[in-house]
């Protein structure tokens, strides 16, 4: 299997719920039709498989596709789903989707931080939100030269292809709510959704202090 193959299929299999081409075009930076020239030969070897979307609308519905299981953890894909359907009824029903998920997100980050408490002279409080980020599945690559961090995979990426609003916006408050938590200000974060081919961008000011 060559390498870009295989990363497709890796990209496949960290999705817990079947995924479009756009979604996986926008991961993976990958044109529709290279996409399609992986994917056909992957079916054929019932590495993943693919049907119809829902119809919603005019036209014909999309394809959906998916690895087939391979070690998934229990309960994974219901989670997905219901993730799913919340962020699709906070995007048609708030006022506010960005800011709501956003203030839902902070609250998660200062759980999740207090859940992994940083310990003294282990690093930065950027260097403990990387390293939770990376704990839960964005697969983050921080560079010391520069404030952003790339987030080469999400964990809802269907969901995030779909509202990014509030997908995003739930990320982007869980990061400053863990920088509080970690005793650091969170003012300039910031989160680019598929900001380059196969990563989102996650703007996270360098921090001297160490993380309390």
Known sequence: MSPSRARLLETLRGQPEPTTLAALGAATGLHA????????????????????????????????????????????SEYAGLAATLASAIHRSSRSPREDSIAAGAEWGHELARTRPAEPGRGTARDEVVALLDEIGFAPQADDTTSAVRLTRCPLLEAAHKHPDVVCGVHLGLVRGALEEYGADPEGTDLIPFAEPGACRLELPRITEDAR
């Open 33 to 76: 039709n290279t996409l399609r020239e992986h994917l056909e030969p992957l079916e054929r070897q019932g590495l993943v498989v693919r049907h119809r979307a829902a119809p919603n609308g005019r036209g014909r519905p999309a394809w959906l596709y998916e690895a087939t299981p391979h070690d998934e953890e229990p309960g994974g």
